[in-house]
């Protein structure tokens, strides 16, 4: 059983499209995680919720929203699409803080912006 | 908040020969450390982690990381490389509730 799951596993889209990723965790995890990893491979976190409870809002376009319908769900939908959102994003999840256990990711959805 | 530094973008090792790959951090008290794994087309896989106790700190696939914390650094280590270890290696730190990573340090091995 996968423990985060992420789908699509890729996506490709036209400019000013309107476009969701869902994420599952079956780990019983209550903290989940947006990452994105740009094309130079640098990752940064974007949002992060406890208890479907949204605690972490990087500096993030308000064209992203994330939507966590409960603890094992966390979805991210993007508005108006740029070339410039073409990235690898990836779900995580951890129990508590990383401090007690870490944090599992999922495989990653590459978005493609064309 | 903290951070961590991996100096080396790129390394090249002979299949067989050993791998350690640099990671410094800045903080003042004992961080959360992390390396992550990321094969080409793949998510992120947990090597090993360090909390707290013993500074060397085993993990999977051979690979092992040792805390100085005279040096602030936290590298990775394995004695002996195989092809399949060639991919993206992220050092990260903990910043409460969130994961702070280095820039990755690209691992080639050659036959």
């Known amino acids: 059983d996968t423990a985060v799951s992420q789908t699509p596993k890729y996506l490709v889209t036209q400019m000013g499209n309107d476009k969701s990723i869902k994420c599952e965790q079956n780990?019983?995890?209550?903290?989940m995680y947006w990452y994105k990893q740009d094309s130079k491979k640098f990752l940064k976190i974007m949002f992060s919720?406890?208890?479907?409870?949204?605690?972490i809002n990087e500096t993030v376009p308000n064209r992203f929203s994330p939507k966590s319908p409960d603890k094992a769900h966390l979805n991210l939908h993007i508005n108006s699409l740029e070339l410039g959102d073409s990235a690898v994003y990836f779900c995580a999840s951890s129990q508590g803080g990383a401090s007690n256990y870490g944090y599992t990711f999922g495989s990653g959805t590459r978005l493609t912006v064309v | 908040a903290q951070s961590v530094t991996q100096p080396d973008i790129h390394i090249t090792v002979s299949e067989g020969a050993s791998l350690e790959l640099r990671c410094n951090y800045s903080y003042g008290a004992t961080p959360y450390l992390f390396w992550y794994v990321q094969s080409p087309g793949q998510g992120l896989q947990l090597l090993l982690k360090?909390?707290?106790?013993?500074?060397l700190v085993q993990g999977i696939k051979g690979f092992e990381a040792e805390f100085k914390r005279s040096q602030s650094s936290f590298n990775l280590r394995k004695p002996s490389v195989h092809w399949s270890d060639a991919a993206e290696y992220f050092c990260a730190v903990d910043n409460d509730y969130k994961l702070s990573f280095g820039a990755g340090t690209t691992v080639t091995v050659r036959a």
């Open positions: 919720y406890n208890n479907k409870e949204l605690i």
């Open positions: 780990l019983g995890h209550d903290t």
């Open positions: 360090y909390f707290s106790g013993d500074t």
